[in-house]
């Protein structure tokens, strides 16, 4: 697949990913669904396994924007270690890809947490485990996560 290609289908992707956030949620289950749908090399368990990743790891904000999580799970999946090579090395070169990426998600996103997320889209953090604040989050948001989910959807797969 040369360049053009893969950015085409970088953007389609993009698209999707964007389409799930809005319409289901659980950002690092979106992406990780559209890649799955889009290049392939993530099962339905990965998925599911992403799900507790969501509003930066339990809705408690502090940890990594789970749209990020799921790109780097993608990454992990494609060049991650084996689970029988446990003992041989780290696997540099998924870091690498991994620091790639969330290099790039902080140069774009100004941050790389849930909360700093929150702050660069609204001003503000959220309790997302208060119904009300939860709801003023999603309204203050608008569209800006369902970006950054469909963004690193993006990266990803260009990446892959």
């Not at 809705?59 to 003992?87: F, I, N, P, Q, T």
């Not at 909360?115 to 001003?123: A, I, N, V």
Request: with cysteine.
């Amino acid at each position: 697949m040369n360049i053009e290609e893969k950015r085409a289908l970088g953007e389609q992707a993009c698209q999707k990913a964007i389409r799930y956030e809005l319409d289901y949620g659980c950002c690092p289950q979106c992406v990780l669904a559209t890649v799955q749908e889009t290049v392939g090399g993530i099962d339905d368990q990965t998925i599911k396994a992403s799900h507790g990743l969501s509003g930066g790891g339990a809705l408690l904000g502090e940890g990594v924007c789970g749209a990020l999580s799921g790109g780097l799970m993608a990454l992990s999946a494609k060049y991650g270690r084996d689970r029988d090579k446990l003992d041989r090395g780290r696997y540099i070169s998924n870091f690498m890809k991994a620091r790639d990426l969330t290099e790039r998600f902080r140069a774009e996103f100004g941050g790389v947490t849930c909360q700093d997320l929150q702050r660069q889209f609204t001003g503000r953090t959220y309790d997302m485990w208060n119904a009300e604040e939860y709801q003023a989050f999603d309204h203050a948001r608008g569209q800006q996560c369902a970006r950054a989910t469909g963004t690193v959807t993006r990266w990803v797969v260009e990446m892959l």
